[in-house]
């Protein structure tokens, strides 16, 4: 089984990157003001939130793509140590969707602690509904996920293959599938987690 999101796309590559940034601190320090960035393109593309992007959404470039983190930037503004819990997320994205009169979209973190059992079973939820999920990996224990250490990026999809779950990671441009059991057991006990999104009044997919 596999299901993958209608992702959006910036001059031939998948979702923005952090390397098109003109400003020093969101070109090393932006990702989750850049969550929040690909979060609002795909929910104003393929859920009718126009007023969440301010620019072209039939025209997407990468001079918007940076405008429009510019403006991100004051509620995920990058920190020494970053943003490195969901609640901060939370709280900023929360205050940009506040601002711009979106009262409808409710958002929930799902934390690192929680069984993995719980978070396949989130994952699978939330991309089936149609909802990407930011993904915060703070510290992990094996090499093979030193891209996402201490850093926020997009999941768009999941497959089953023979028992085995994977999820379909964005970032920088590209896309890789990764082991999600492997993903989530980073191996410390400082851990990040899953935002997840729907629309109020609803349950949460």
Same mark, same amino acid.
């Given at each position: 089984m596999k299901k993958e999101l209608d992702y959006f796309s910036i001059?031939?590559?998948?979702?923005? $990157?952090?390397?098109?940034?003109?400003?020093f601190?969101?070109?090393?320090?932006?990702? !989750? !003001?850049?969550?929040?960035?690909?979060?609002?393109?795909?929910? !104003?593309?393929? &859920? =009718?939130w126009k007023q969440i992007y301010p620019y072209n959404i039939a025209h997407l470039c990468r001079e918007d793509y940076d405008r429009f983190a510019m403006k991100m930037k004051p509620y995920l503004r990058p920190r020494i140590g970053g943003v490195d819990r969901l609640s901060l997320y939370i709280e900023g994205f929360q205050r940009y969707l506040a601002d711009a009169g979106?009262?409808?979209?409710?958002?929930e973190g799902l934390e690192g602690q929680t069984?993995?059992?719980?978070?396949?079973?989130?994952?699978?939820?939330?991309?089936?509904a149609g909802w990407p999920i930011p993904c915060l990996t703070l510290k992990h224990k094996e090499p093979a996920?030193?891209?996402?250490?201490?850093?926020?990026y997009m999941l768009t999809g999941?497959?089953?293959?023979? =028992? &085995?779950? $994977?999820?379909?990671?964005?970032?920088?441009g590209g896309a890789r599938w990764l082991d999600?059991? =492997?993903?989530?057991?980073?191996?410390?006990?400082?851990?990040?987690?899953?935002?997840?999104?729907r629309v109020a009044g609803a349950k949460m997919a």
């Open positions: 001059d031939g590559v998948q979702g923005g $990157s952090q390397d098109w940034m003109s400003n601190l969101m070109k090393f320090g932006g990702c !989750a !003001a850049l969550a929040a960035c690909d979060t609002c393109i795909y929910l !104003a593309a393929k &859920h =009718g979106v009262t409808d979209l409710c958002i069984p993995y059992e719980k978070a396949e079973e989130a994952v699978e939820a939330q991309i089936q996920y030193d891209d996402y250490v201490w850093h926020w999941y497959k089953k293959e023979a =028992g &085995h779950f $994977s999820v379909k990671a964005v970032t920088y999600f059991h =492997g993903l989530w057991d980073t191996g410390y006990e400082k851990k990040g987690g899953l935002i997840l999104y």
